[in-house]
């Protein structure tokens, strides 16, 4: 069962524009919910991170929003770049579940100069 | 301290074959995950431990596969009589359980089966 849908698989947007990629999840006891970058040959790593108590959170050019009804997030990016290029994760973790993280399956940015 | 490291980066390996990969986690972090990806996919959870005790895993930790955190610091993950279903990258991240929930990755092991 996929608890973490996202969306799209792949994405092309033109330097300086806005990158949107969608998650939706199925499991009320997700309580965390960061996003991952990972280029290729490399792991994951952390780009920003949300909790269920708040709507919105930006860190840079970085925006997630969550609608904690809807069970639904978002990763906006910002005056994108070439080197934003990646696949971006969304994941999902809830403290009194395991403390693992359920990923999405991922979008593939291509951010074109 | 550089972050999370993994050894091997590549392995391959013939189907029927015994692998072990090791992680050594950031230090002093107490709680180390082991993760699989395929090709195209997102990271799946297969276990994590909280220093040298084994929590929690997945179903899709098959009596195959076992993993090991003795002293609490690294871990070892083997696979035993490798498949060619067994190809994919393996990850291992860590974190401090008194220090948020951020878990870091290291840059994986790639298994190729043959």
């Known amino acids: 069962q996929q608890q973490v849908k996202q969306s799209p698989q792949s994405l092309i947007v033109q330097k300086g524009g806005i990158s949107i990629i969608n998650c939706a999840y199925e499991?009320?006891?997700?309580?965390?919910f960061p996003w991952y970058q990972q280029f290729p040959g490399k792991g994951p790593a952390l780009l920003i991170a949300?909790?269920?108590?708040?709507s919105e959170k930006k860190e840079g050019r970085f925006t997630i929003s969550f609608n904690k009804s809807a069970k639904q997030f978002s990763l906006h990016i910002m005056d994108s770049q070439p080197g934003d290029s990646a696949t971006y994760f969304c994941a999902a973790l809830g403290y009194n579940a395991g403390n693992m993280l359920t990923f999405g399956g991922g979008t593939r940015l291509m951010v074109k100069p | 301290d550089t972050g999370v490291s993994q050894d091997p980066r590549h392995k391959i390996t013939k189907r029927g074959q015994n692998v072990t990969f090791r992680c050594d986690p950031i230090?002093?972090?107490?709680?180390l995950y082991w993760y699989r990806q395929t090709l195209g996919q997102g990271p799946e959870f297969l276990t994590y431990?909280?220093?040298?005790?084994?929590?929690?895993k997945s179903r899709l930790l098959s009596d195959r596969f076992s993993a090991e955190r003795p002293k609490g610091s690294f871990s070892t993950l083997e696979i035993q009589r490798t498949e060619q279903g067994d190809s994919a990258m393996y990850l291992c991240a860590s974190n401090a359980r008194d220090r948020g929930e951020t878990q870091y990755f290291g840059p994986g092991t790639r298994l190729l089966v043959l």
């Open positions: 431990f909280q220093n040298e005790a084994q929590l929690e």
């Open positions: 499991n009320t006891a997700f309580d965390y």
């Open positions: 230090s002093e972090h107490n709680r």
């Open positions: 949300i909790r269920p108590d708040v």
